[in-house]
């Protein structure tokens, strides 16, 4: 059973930084690229990061250059090191993958909230 399990969320001002973490279980992790997306009030479900089985990162403009994904394959865990928040900023962080089937698994999510 697929299992992902998000962490480190919470308040933080703006220009600050938060990491992130998605533990998971259920499958041969290291074989799989991962991603995290976010997901503010009234918006669309935003892809903001992904990493490939190799460690190649890629990210949307939005993001690039204070987002940091990483994976460390002993864990079975991926990171997301968010620096210079915004208030933008501020959603549901959900992480995912995607089976060779092209079945989608997210976790259930943690709350990021920038604000002074």
């Known amino acids: 059973q697929v299992q992902l399990v998000e962490s480190g969320g919470g308040l933080v001002q703006p220009g600050g930084s938060l990491r992130l973490s998605c533990a998971t279980s259920?499958?041969?992790?290291?074989?799989?690229?991962m991603n995290w997306y976010r997901q503010a009030p009234g918006k669309e479900r935003e892809w903001v990061a992904r990493?490939?089985?190799?460690?190649?990162?890629d990210y949307p403009n939005s993001v690039k250059g204070r987002f940091t994904m990483s994976r460390d394959n002993a864990k079975n865990t991926v990171y997301l090191q968010m620096n210079s928040l915004k208030a933008d900023d501020t959603a549901v962080y959900y992480c995912?993958?995607?089976?060779?089937?092209?079945?989608?698994?997210w976790g259930q999510g943690t709350q990021v909230t920038v604000s002074s």
């Open positions: 995912n993958t995607r089976s060779v089937f092209g079945s989608d698994y």
């Open positions: 259920g499958f041969p992790f290291s074989r799989y690229s």
């Open positions: 990493i490939s089985v190799g460690g190649s990162t």
